[in-house]
C-alpha cells in the first residue's frame, strides 16, 4: 500500500510540474506573440529596411532587415532561451539598456561570432566542413546554459 501511495504521489508531482512547466512556457509565449504582433505593426512597411534605420540603439544586426531582427529575436534568443521580450527588454522603451540581460546578450553573441569564425575553424577532424554553435548549442532553452548531462 505504502509503494502505491508513493507512486501515486510520485505521478502527481511529476503532472504538476509538467502543468506549471507547460504554463510557464504558454505564458512567455503568449507575452511574447504580443510583442511580436505589437512591434511587427508599428514597423509595418519598414521590415525590409535596415534594422539600424527602423529601431534606436541597434549594436549588433545593423544591416540585417528590422523584419529579419525580429525574427532572430523571437527564434535566435527568445527560444532559445526560453524567455520573454522582457528578459533583456523594458517593454515601450526597447532601445533602453536598462537590464543587464541585453548586454550580456551581446558579449555572448560577439562569443558565438569568435567561436564560429576563428575557434572552430582551427579544430582538425571535425566531422562537419562547416561547424557552428549558436544559443542553443549551451543553452537549451533555459537562461543558465547547461553545464551538466542529464542522469541516465
Not at 512597411?45 to 534605420?53: D, F, G
Not at 526597447?94 to 567561436?115: F, L, N, T
Request: hydrophobic share 40%; charged share 20%.
Amino acid at each position: 500500500m505504502g509503494s502505491r501511495l508513493t507512486l501515486i504521489a510520485a505521478l502527481i508531482f511529476l503532472f504538476c510540474g509538467t502543468m506549471a512547466a507547460q504554463s510557464r512556457a504558454d505564458s512567455i509565449n503568449t507575452e511574447k506573440q504580443a510583442f511580436l504582433e505589437a512591434i511587427s505593426k508599428q514597423i509595418a512597411e519598414n521590415e525590409s529596411k535596415p534594422a539600424a534605420e527602423v529601431f534606436k540603439n541597434i549594436k549588433m544586426l545593423k544591416e540585417a532587415t528590422a523584419g529579419r531582427l525580429l525574427s532572430v529575436m523571437n527564434f535566435g534568443y527568445s527560444r532559445s532561451l526560453g524567455v520573454s521580450c522582457t528578459h533583456c527588454h523594458v517593454p515601450g522603451k526597447w532601445e533602453s539598456d536598462e537590464k543587464p540581460a541585453k548586454q550580456v546578450a551581446r558579449d555572448m553573441a560577439a562569443m558565438v561570432g569568435k567561436i564560429n569564425g576563428e575557434l572552430l575553424a582551427g579544430i582538425d577532424n571535425l566531422r562537419t566542413s562547416n561547424p557552428t554553435v549558436n544559443c542553443t548549442t549551451c543553452h537549451r532553452g533555459q537562461t543558465q546554459p547547461a553545464l551538466s548531462l542529464p542522469p541516465r
